[in-house]
């Protein structure tokens, strides 16, 4: 893991060697040119060792795991990264700032401060100190540390290790695969199919989940309906000759004539001859445990296509792996369901007893440790062997479960499930280890959102740029290969398919939370330990926090994160203290504390690239928040500041910039955007803007605002439409877009194309035919749009022909919208659709659905609908949806409704008072 500290400093250190940041210093610190040249020089000479280190540390794999020399020395070394990442900061901040406030703030303040930023001076001494203890640890490492790094090149061990972990598997007894009959026989059915092309068949799942368990299961019934057979352990580390000399020795036990003379064979010739033989047989060769396309493309070329009826089963843990799979031929592999997980446990811990009864008495303990296994069978079986071995009492029981993630870290015995993960997180790539571990700090359970992890991911630097792609979309590529390697698990998409939440496996998250202990990458805590607070990490994650921190604690001074979480009570004292001694925060993440105050100190924090207030009592920003220029997300969503200092328009490097008011009077609740002070054209690198408050002065320069991606814009004029849709023709990257007329009687008509846009929300009135001009709604300007929601629109035409033409929507919303008495949905419109909703049409009494309409739909609501007395007709055809709902209906209504072909059991429903 020190190979990620290593690599966020290579490139910082990067950035601060780029041509523009020496070459604007050297003006503003002419007498400094000397110390400037040779620091940039010994700057680069700390690169260049950090890369070779960086590459020597990611060759070290779990060979030296827990061998005490080795862990010592990359403490050391983790130390000295920090340290030049701090240093860096303090070079970007001193001399690469020359437009910026802060720089200017530094030159008039920043020498005076008994805690000011370093001189050009102090950091060159600070680089000589850095290079001189990267020498003395590489010189340490040749006397002290012994490492297993023979050939690293191939990586032996860990080859050794996956055949290992791949045996064991292999050896489970019948009686640990539980819950496996439908897919043992889909697999075997596959198998053993009569079609003569060669197929293949995959199995996906995370490790632990039983995929090679249930292969060699498969395997053992129906191999010998094939004329050879081969069984392969491809690793992480794959070499084509160890592989192709494996399928050979593995076949030859029964074709030996041909296959018996291969040993003095190089490569090609192995490839030939095995090529040749393979083409003579009906084969099934399973390759357990692949790790990349490029793997399986390799092998699949040999292993060709006869028209015998060959088959080809790969195991494996990434998605796009099992892609590759012929069609139809992908079984994803689940966790156990509680039953069959309480059974096999029962089946492990109870081994000795008859029928593998639980006892009464232990009955509930053990419905909890089985639960903690979180289905995963091998898990489970080693867990349940933990137990057969102890007591029987509910006392010893309860001992051992209340420590059971201690065992599981420490235990040798759980080795095994240790390295079935570890060889899941070992060889990810470097930056994905960082975002792997970040996700860890937060709770059990926890779900995380797509938009906020990867503003996080952006702000913390773990996310590197990529060809023209924004940070954002590089993020969503990493969220992508996450789940395509099931380091995290997909749990929700929105509704035009866009990955939306995610949640990482306990297990998974253990094993993460232990190594960032272990290499101080971040620490998590609990309310109930709060008030033991000890400090060892650069990130702290507060949880349910509900009692003040007021005490400063070890290591201050070193915190680059702060997030607190789950509706924390504490007002949080601790935040003028953190302002003034933990200068390099990036972070602060302290949405729904009740907070009403931000210290001015929070302008010394240059570094700060996220601040999270949402949900907050805060009334006012200090003026100082002008100095943090390198401020990329502010989110001040539903706190109480209604107006901004007028530096806000200085963060020059802002993208995110959430400020939503909400005024709750009466049980009712009303939103309003914000006024941003002149300047607002300066803001060059927004992409998000929730919500502005629509003013001459801010729409003169909205257009400036050019890499925009989402916008709120509330409080429109029917005026101001005009100067809106020609600064919206300048956002060719926009996607959402969100408009709220100022009251009923403005009339909203936007006359551009916005080619990009995905999601489109207007409140209030539109103007009469806007639905069949405005190139927003035509098939070709609208041909992105998924979500439509039309709003008090007032329209008086049934707008349903206009809008069908929009043949990727997925999501549509009436509300208050139409003052017609009928809409027809006709047959072959909205063929994407998935979510329906009507609601506060007061004129509507006929709702008609023709056969063939809305195919995808999967959840209809209809609210407050109050002349409508009858069912829709056709809305059986929409059957089954899996969420219908009738709200505010009628008895009457509610009674054919019961009579209906829908059904009693399909629907949920409220009566109108």
């Known amino acids: 893991m020190a190979e990620t500290v290593i690599l966020l400093a290579i490139q910082k250190i990067g950035i601060a060697l780029a041509n523009g940041a020496a070459n604007q210093a050297s003006a503003l610190f002419v007498k400094y040119g000397t110390q400037l040249l040779e620091l940039q020089r010994g700057m680069d000479r700390v690169v260049r060792e950090l890369r070779l280190m960086h590459e020597f540390l990611c060759q070290m794999d779990i060979r030296n795991r827990n061998k005490k020399a080795y862990e010592i020395w990359l403490g050391e070394v983790r130390k000295v990264a920090h340290v030049m990442e701090d240093m860096v900061d303090e070079y970007l901040y001193l001399v690469g700032q020359e437009h910026d406030v802060g720089f200017f703030f530094f030159l008039k303040n920043g020498f005076k401060k008994p805690r000011s930023l370093l001189s050009l001076n102090q950091i060159a001494f600070k680089v000589k100190e850095i290079e001189k203890d990267l020498s003395h640890l590489s010189e340490t490492k040749t006397r002290w540390v012994l490492v297993n790094n023979e050939d690293t090149s191939s990586s032996d061990y860990i080859v050794k290790r996956s055949q290992e972990l791949a045996n064991i598997s292999r050896r489970l007894e019948e009686e640990d695969l539980v819950g496996v009959d439908k897919n043992r026989e889909l697999l075997q059915q596959w198998l053993a199919g009569d079609h003569l092309e060669r197929s293949v068949i995959a199995l996906l799942g995370m490790g632990g989940l039983g995929k090679t368990a249930l292969a060699a299961n498969v395997y053992r019934n129906v191999r010998e309906k094939f004329q050879c057979h081969a069984w392969v352990s491809i690793s992480q580390t794959y070499s084509r000759e160890d592989v192709l000399r494996n399928i050979i020795k593995e076949l030859s036990r029964d074709k030996d004539s041909v296959l018996s003379n291969t040993a003095d064979m190089d490569i090609t010739c192995l490839q030939e001859t095995l090529k040749k033989f393979l083409e003579q047989h009906k084969y099934l060769i399973i390759l357990d445990d692949i790790w990349t396309p490029e793997v399986f493309n390799d092998l699949s070329r040999i292993c060709i296509h006869n028209e015998k009826g060959s088959r080809l089963l790969i195991t494996t843990r990434v998605g796009r792996v099992a892609a590759l799979a012929s069609q139809g031929c992908i079984l994803t592999l689940e966790a156990l369901p509680e039953d069959k997980a309480r059974?096999?446990?029962?089946?492990?811990?109870?081994?000795?007893?008859?029928?593998?009864?639980?006892?009464?008495?232990?009955?509930?303990?053990?419905?909890?440790?089985?639960?903690?296994?979180?289905?995963?069978?091998?898990?489970?079986?080693?867990?349940?062997?933990?137990?057969?071995?102890?007591?029987?009492?509910?006392?010893?029981?309860?001992?051992?479960n209340s420590q059971l993630n201690w065992e599981l870290i420490n235990n040798p015995e759980f080795d095994h499930i240790r390295n079935v993960f570890h060889l899941s997180f070992i060889y990810l790539p470097t930056h994905l280890k960082s975002c792997v571990l970040y996700c860890s700090l937060f709770p059990e359970d926890y779900i995380l959102k797509r938009k906020q992890l990867v503003r996080l991911w952006i702000a913390e630097g773990f996310?590197?740029?990529?060809?023209?792609?924004?940070?954002?979309?590089?993020?969503?590529?990493?969220?992508?290969?996450?789940?395509?390697?099931?380091?995290?698990?997909?749990?929700?998409?929105?509704?035009?398919?866009?990955?939306?939440?995610?949640?990482?496996?306990?297990?998974?998250?253990?094993?993460?939370?232990?190594?960032?202990?272990?290499?101080?990458?971040?620490?998590?805590?609990?309310?109930?330990?709060?008030?033991s607070l000890e400090m060892d990490g650069r990130r702290l994650v507060l949880h349910k926090l509900k009692k003040d921190i007021q005490e400063p604690f070890s290591n201050m001074h070193q915190l680059r994160t702060v997030i607190t979480l789950g509706g924390s009570k504490s007002s949080f004292t601790l935040l003028p203290l953190l302002c003034t001694e933990s200068r390099y925060m990036t972070v602060l993440e302290l949405s729904g504390l009740p907070m009403e105050k931000i210290p001015d100190a929070i302008g010394d924090l240059f570094n700060l690239r996220h601040l999270g207030l949402r949900g907050s009592k805060v009334k006012m920003l200090p003026k100082t928040i002008e100095n943090l220029s390198n401020l990329l997300t502010l989110d001040l969503y539903e706190?109480?500041?209604?107006?901004?200092?007028?530096?806000?328009?200085?963060?020059?490097?802002?993208?995110?910039?959430?400020?939503?008011?909400?005024?709750?009077?009466?049980?009712?609740?009303?939103?309003y955007g914000v006024r941003i002070p002149n300047g607002l054209g300066n803001l060059t690198n927004m992409q998000t803007l929730q919500a502005l408050e629509a003013q001459d002065e801010s729409l003169r320069h909205l257009g400036e605002l050019r890499q925009m991606r989402s916008l709120r814009l509330w409080n429109v004029k029917g005026i101001y439409c005009g100067r809106i849709s020609e600064s919206l023709g300048q956002m060719r990257y926009l996607s959402s877009l969100d408009l709220n007329a100022s009251d009923n009687s403005e009339v909203l008509l936007l006359n551009v194309c916005l080619p990009n846009l995905q999601k489109l929300r207007l409140m209030g009135r539109l103007a009469e035919g806007v639905l069949d001009e405005s190139p927003l709604f035509q098939a070709d300007g609208g041909q992105n749009l998924y979500s439509l929601s039309l709003l008090w629109s007032q329209l008086r035409e049934d707008p349903l022909q206009s809008l069908s033409r929009l043949s990727n929507l997925t999501y549509l919303q009436f509300t208050g919208a139409y003052n017609g008495e009928q809409l027809a949905f006709l047959t072959g419109w909205f063929p994407k659709l998935k979510i329906l909703y009507l609601g506060g049409l007061p004129n509507l009494s006929r709702l008609e659905i023709q056969q063939g309409v809305m195919e995808s739909l999967e959840a209809l609501c209809l609210h407050n609908l109050s002349s409508m007395t009858k069912v829709p007709a056709g809305i059986e055809f929409l059957l089954p949806l899996q969420y219908l709902n009738f709200r505010e209906i009628t008895i009457d209504f509610l009674a054919e409704l019961r009579r209906s072909a829908i059904g009693g059991d399909r629907w949920w429903y409220t009566l109108r008072d």
């Open 343 to 400: 059974d096999l446990f029962c089946k492990k811990a109870f081994s000795r007893d008859t029928n593998y009864e639980c006892p009464v008495q232990l009955k509930p303990l053990s419905d909890e440790i089985s639960s903690k296994c979180k289905g995963l069978p091998l898990v489970i079986v080693l867990v349940g062997g933990l137990f057969l071995v102890h007591e029987k009492t509910v006392e010893e029981w309860r001992r051992i």
């Open 639 to 671: 706190s109480d500041i209604h107006k901004f200092p007028s530096g806000i328009v200085k963060l020059k490097k802002l993208r995110h910039l959430f400020a939503v008011i909400v005024i709750h009077r009466e049980g009712n609740f009303s939103k």
């Open 463 to 531: 996310v590197q740029e990529r060809g023209e792609c924004t940070l954002e979309e590089v993020a969503e590529g990493y969220l992508k290969e996450l789940t395509d390697r099931n380091m995290l698990q997909l749990i929700e998409r929105n509704h035009f398919g866009r990955m939306k939440k995610f949640r990482m496996h306990d297990l998974v998250r253990e094993l993460a939370v232990d190594l960032c202990k272990k290499n101080c990458f971040g620490v998590s805590y609990e309310d109930q330990c709060v008030e």
